[in-house]
């Protein structure tokens, strides 16, 4: 199956996707299309408070499926500046618009270069095999 | 590992099918999704490919009495075309496996033939177990486990959708009979039984048949179904899954198994003792249903607990697609297995609350 993968974002090859806004150092974080359609069906959503500390590459919530747990991890360190609390009520809606209004927490980054490791949309797409 | 593929396993990819793997066969795990497949069964029809069950054919004189000796039910309740739900049993009381004894000649024929469906996992299992408990005997054991297909349509609507089919009036099957028929022409058997906790039929034929059945019976709408949905189907009708609810250490009398051990109606058989000393002195942990309280999953192995301290092991839990709420089957200890009891469940380290509900948690209209 093809999903797609906007080019303006950053991947994560934990399925987490980055929209990053270099002036502010304000990062959105969401997962996949392909990651969401591997879940199946999402019935939890667990998001950290606004004003958590974050850490890079640490959990900072957890996404359940009818299938599976898993883990959501940071692309960078930083501050939970919001989270979509309309997911946390209605998490299944997550599939309608992963980039969009299916993005999970904005984190105010404490160091942008950290995202100089991630993946690229095409990368991301040659990792998950399309 | 070269999986084993049904003969279904081609109509299935070109169905879309995900494939997943089990007890060393690709099977479909879903089509269209879990939920709109639960769905479907639930309103109207869903057809499944479980042509990895485990088939076998005993033929012989004294089938019946061989098998009284392996399972606590009584089998000589049996008449020919009607089948019964039970488990094979090791010395501990232990589960081995459970499955449905299809009984196709007269009991007490010179010649009687029964016949078995055993999980996939344990057909290697329970093949062995058999036959060496029917060694000596003139009974004949025959394995068509990797030979015939085997499909189960599911569903309200699964009488009117396989009867134009059939030679056979399908309103005179009751629930758990069997009866040879020919479907689209073709030699088939058919039987009323199913693990969806819907109406339904289980088909077995060769697999040409299977595939032109299977082929009619989407295309008349029934929702082709995958193991996904399978399991939260049988999950809703408290329906045990072996090797996850039921195993080598749990007994029927634990599991909520009892109202297939007729212990006053037969003679010896393989754990009778246990289960004597079982009822006897009661069981000290019974499987439950529990509701959670929130949108939390409780999943296998996730402990149970009550003020604090661990009382029971999740063995299954799903959200129940038709109630919408997170159910789960739990082993808990005896005196907090009541219909009511407030219990937790550690998911991820946290206690989430949980009420100790009746099973089935959904039962057909």
């Keep these: 199956m093809a999903f797609e993968y906007p080019e303006n974002l950053k991947y994560l090859d934990s399925h987490e996707y980055v929209r990053a806004d270099e002036d502010e150092s304000v990062v ?5 299309a392909f990651a969401i359609d591997q879940l ?24 359940e499926s009818v299938k599976a747990v898993e883990e959501l991890k940071s692309p960078v360190t930083g501050e939970v500046l919001a989270r979509n609390e309309v997911l946390i009520e209605a998490p299944e809606q997550i599939g309608d618009d992963p980039y969009g209004d299916g993005w999970l927490v904005k984190i105010k980054a404490s160091d942008l270069e950290e995202l100089d490791d991630t993946l690229t949309a095409d990368e991301y797409k040659d990792q998950v095999g399309g | 590992m070269v999986l084993l593929q049904t003969p279904l396993y081609a109509a299935c990819v070109e169905q879309k099918a995900r494939l997943t793997e089990f007890a060393g066969w690709a099977m479909p795990v879903q089509f269209s999704g879990i939920r709109q497949e639960h769905q479907a069964v639930r309103d109207r029809a869903g057809l499944f490919d479980i042509s990895h069950m485990g088939k076998f054919t005993l033929t012989g004189p004294g089938v019946i009495a061989a098998l009284q000796r392996l399972v606590p039910s009584n089998l000589a309740r049996l008449q020919p075309g009607q089948a019964q739900y039970t488990v094979l049993l090791n010395p501990q009381g232990g589960i081995i496996d459970d499955l449905i004894v299809y009984l196709k000649s007269p009991l007490g024929a010179e010649t009687e033939t029964v016949a078995l469906i055993v999980n996939a996992a344990t057909t290697d299992k329970d093949k062995t177990w ?3 408990h029917l060694a000596g005997s003139d009974i004949d054991l025959v394995d068509e486990s990797r030979d015939r297909a085997l499909i ?7 009488a009117a959708l396989l009867q134009p089919h059939s030679s056979l009036d399908l309103g005179k099957l009751s ?6 028929t020919t479907l689209l022409g073709q030699p088939a058997w058919v039987a009323r039984t199913g693990y969806t906790g819907e109406d339904g039929f289980e088909v077995m034929a060769d697999p040409a048949t299977a595939l032109a059945l299977w082929h009619t019976l989407t295309a008349a709408g029934a929702a082709p179904c995958g193991l996904g ?21 749990t007994s029927p009398l634990e599991a ?17 003792s246990v289960l004597e000393a079982q009822k006897a002195q009661g069981v000290s942990r019974r499987l439950v249903g529990l509701a959670m309280a929130d949108r939390h999953i409780a999943r296998h192995d996730y402990p149970v607990l ?3 301290d661990r009382v029971g092991t999740v063995t299954s839990g799903t959200l129940a697609p038709t109630l919408n709420i997170p159910i789960a089957l739990a082993y808990v200890a005896t005196p907090l297995a009541k219909v009511g009891q407030t219990l937790a469940v550690e998911v991820r380290g946290q206690a989430k609350p949980a009420t100790v509900v009746k099973r089935p948690f959904y039962r057909a209209k």
Excluded: C, N
Excluded at chain 1, 40 to 63: N, R
Excluded at chain 2, 175 to 180: E, G, I, Q
């Design chain 2, 256 to 272: 909520g198994l009892s109202w297939l051990v007729h212990l006053d109606e037969k003679d010896d058989f393989v754990g009778r």
């Design chain 2, 229 to 249: 949905a399978r399991d939260t189907l049988r999950l809703e009708a408290a329906m045990a899954l072996y090797g996850q609810d039921i195993d080598d250490t």
């Design chain 2, 152 to 158: 189960s349509l599911q569903g309200p609507a699964a």
């Design chain 2, 175 to 180: 629930r758990f009979a069997h009866a040879d």
């Design chain 1, 40 to 63: 199946g069906d999402i019935v939890f959503l667990e998001l950290p408070d606004i004003g958590d500390a974050v850490e890079k590459g640490e959990k900072f919530g957890t996404v």
């Design chain 2, 130 to 132: 058999l036959l060496e």
């Design chain 2, 306 to 308: 009550h003020q604090g």
């Design chain 1, 28 to 32: 959105t974080v969401g997962i996949t």
